[in-house]
């Protein structure tokens, strides 16, 4: 069956800092892989996907992910933190019944001391 | 572009009673879904609508859950009677076709 895994919960990190959040999925074919930010109070907001071709994604707000098969993951990199950063991110993974079905993982809350 | 507009954003009501949220998309969005987000069980999808006409349901927990799409600009989510365990954090969103999905503000319901 699909499924997403964010293997952590919480992260906490200083301002400046790198950042790598974990995505790992299960799928049986090649996958269409995103990641979403969630700021409080605020629904969700696209950061970047991945359909296909360069495995490296480029996404807003200085973020970019790599997607790689070999290891079923989509880990969602930024090399400095800045505070504006602190919200909860979502990776989802999809067509589960065609391209508009995603699931989505349980979340990461990121927390950005000065 | 408003973006996906929900109502009410917040919503505090007795179990029993009739909960109806509302969800009006980007116009020109020819897909609506409606999801529901718990601690417990994170984002789920409940139902998507394509050209107003729900295409996929099985997200909907029971017959208490009905959605509509009366028009390609209104959609709304009933929950009668509402228990205490469908208080949650509701979203809307849409997109075109195959494009980036847009979310909503949400909704969020407390059932005491």
């Known amino acids: 069956a699909q499924s997403v895994t964010q293997p952590d919960i919480h992260i906490t990190v200083s301002e400046g800092a790198s950042l790598e959040l974990r995505c790992n999925y299960s799928y049986g074919a090649t996958p269409y892989l995103f990641w979403y930010v969630q700021s409080p109070g605020q629904g969700l907001q696209l950061l970047l996907k991945y359909f296909s071709g360069d495995t490296l994604v480029q996404g807003i707000k200085g973020f970019e992910a790599e997607f790689k098969r070999s290891q079923s993951s989509f880990n969602l990199r930024k090399p400095s933190v800045h505070w504006s950063d602190a919200a909860e991110y979502f990776c989802a993974v999809g067509p589960v019944g065609g391209y508009n079905k995603l699931i989505f993982g349980a979340g990461t809350r990121l927390a950005v001391h000065p | 572009d408003a973006g996906v507009i929900q109502s009410p954003r917040h919503e505090v009501t007795e179990m029993g009673q009739e909960v109806t949220l509302r969800c009006k998309p980007i116009?020109?969005?020819?897909?609506l879904f409606w999801y529901r987000q718990t601690m417990m069980r994170g984002l789920e999808l409940l139902i998507y609508f394509n050209n107003n006409v729900p295409i996929d349901d099985s997200g909907m927990p029971e017959d208490r859950f009905s959605a509509k799409m009366p028009n390609a600009s209104f959609s709304t989510l009933k929950i009668q009677p509402s228990e205490p365990r469908d208080s949650a954090v509701y979203f809307c969103a849409s997109s075109f076709r195959d494009g980036e999905r847009y979310f909503g503000p949400g909704t969020r319901l407390t059932v005491t």
């Open positions: 116009s020109g969005h020819d897909y």
